[in-house]
């Protein structure tokens, strides 16, 4: 009986431990990014490309986002982030400004090691137009200094 429960614990132990590896193995490891960023608007074929620069994790903003809103002139880089969730590989939050009729965000990033994709959904206030950020990062060294994103 005792080397039974004993048995059980160490099973537990060791599958608590696989869990724990494998949700290590999803995020990305800590570093600079380069991140392409690019936004999709209804109706709109031309969609421009640019490119920034991230230190991971990110401690950026005031915000609290785990991951920058990078295009630029957008209210969102400025609002907090709520409902941060993560589900194995799969990490999601909202973005939400303050005021009646804000702009809001609610985005959904998929980690990888060394790499990141994610689409940040966008409501600007007062609009009734959804435009989408897309940004595609990978690891490219060590952090150089702990400085704002850097656009290119």
Not at 88 to 112: P, Q, S
């Amino acid at each position: 009986m005792l080397f039974r429960a004993a048995a059980a614990f160490v099973l537990a132990g060791m599958l608590a431990g696989a869990a724990q590896a494998e949700q290590k193995e999803t995020l990305p490891q800590a570093g600079a990014y380069e991140v392409r960023v690019r936004l999709e608007m209804p109706n709109v074929q031309h969609r421009a490309a640019t490119t920034a620069t991230i230190c991971f994790p990110y401690t950026g903003g005031a915000n609290g986002a785990p991951f920058p809103v990078l295009s630029g002139n957008n209210p969102l880089a400025r609002c907090p982030a709520s409902n941060v969730r993560r589900d194995g590989a799969i990490l999601r939050f909202d973005i939400l400004c303050e005021g009646r009729g804000a702009a809001r965000g609610r985005a959904v990033y998929t980690l990888m090691p060394g790499a990141f994709e994610g689409r940040i959904a966008m409501v600007m206030g007062g609009k009734n137009m959804t435009m989408t950020e897309v940004q595609t990062g990978r690891r490219i060294g060590p952090c150089a200094s702990p400085a704002a994103p850097r656009h290119d």
